[in-house]
């Protein structure tokens, strides 16, 4: 990290990075959670939710990318060993041991809001800091992952509505 950057961020250096692993390890873990649930999803609309599972595994994956080029800028070590990774992570990574398409769209409701509280308390750590740059990854990838919320509270809904208008029938 450049000499002014250090300068900038002095006071607050070793709590962003340890926030950054955070996110980071909890990237990781979704990326996973998006792509197995993909795998194994039954129900209803099980091809196009799985299909925007991968997009939003993809998508983590990324995200993940991100974290890490910046930790490394910061002149810190992101988390090496995926062992460690629900070790670092304070967003739950559930297991789909039940395969039924709205229960996983639920558990990644539930990881993708953690991940938004994760990311807007980078954004005001940033903030404050004055680490402008930091700011900006986490900014843009809360971004995406209000949108990963809107998608799955979109897919839920229209299940929903799927059900109720098959059951008056």
Same mark, same amino acid.
């Given at each position: 990290m450049g000499?002014?950057?250090?300068? =900038?961020? *002095? $006071?607050?250096?070793?709590?962003? @990075?340890?926030?950054?692993?955070?996110?980071?390890s909890e990237e990781w873990l979704a990326y996973y959670q998006y792509? =197995?649930?993909?795998?194994?999803?039954?129900?209803?609309? &099980? *091809?196009?939710?799985?299909d925007e599972f991968l997009e939003h595994a993809k998508e983590e994956f990324d995200h993940a990318k991100k974290v890490c080029d910046r930790i490394i800028q910061l002149g810190g070590t992101p988390v090496l060993d995926p062992e460690e990774w629900k070790k670092h992570a304070i967003c739950r990574y559930d297991a789909p041991v039940d395969e039924f398409i709205v229960t996983l @769209?639920?558990?990644?409701?539930?990881?993708? &809001?953690?991940? =938004?509280? &994760?990311y807007q308390q980078i954004c005001n750590l940033c903030?404050?800091? *004055?680490?402008? $740059?930091?700011?900006h990854v986490a900014r843009h990838i809360l971004s995406d $992952? @209000?949108?990963?919320e809107q998608? @799955?509270?979109?897919?839920l809904e229209d299940i929903k509505t799927s059900m109720e208008h098959m059951s008056k029938k």
């Open positions: 000499q002014m950057a250090q300068k =900038i961020i *002095k $006071e607050n250096k070793d709590e962003i @990075l340890k926030l950054l692993n955070t996110a980071y792509w =197995i649930g993909a795998q194994v999803a039954k129900g209803p609309m &099980r *091809k196009t939710i799985a @769209l639920e558990q990644n409701l539930e990881a993708e &809001r953690c991940a =938004i509280g &994760r903030m404050s800091a *004055k680490d402008i $740059e930091t700011f $992952e @209000l949108d990963h998608d @799955l509270e979109d897919y």
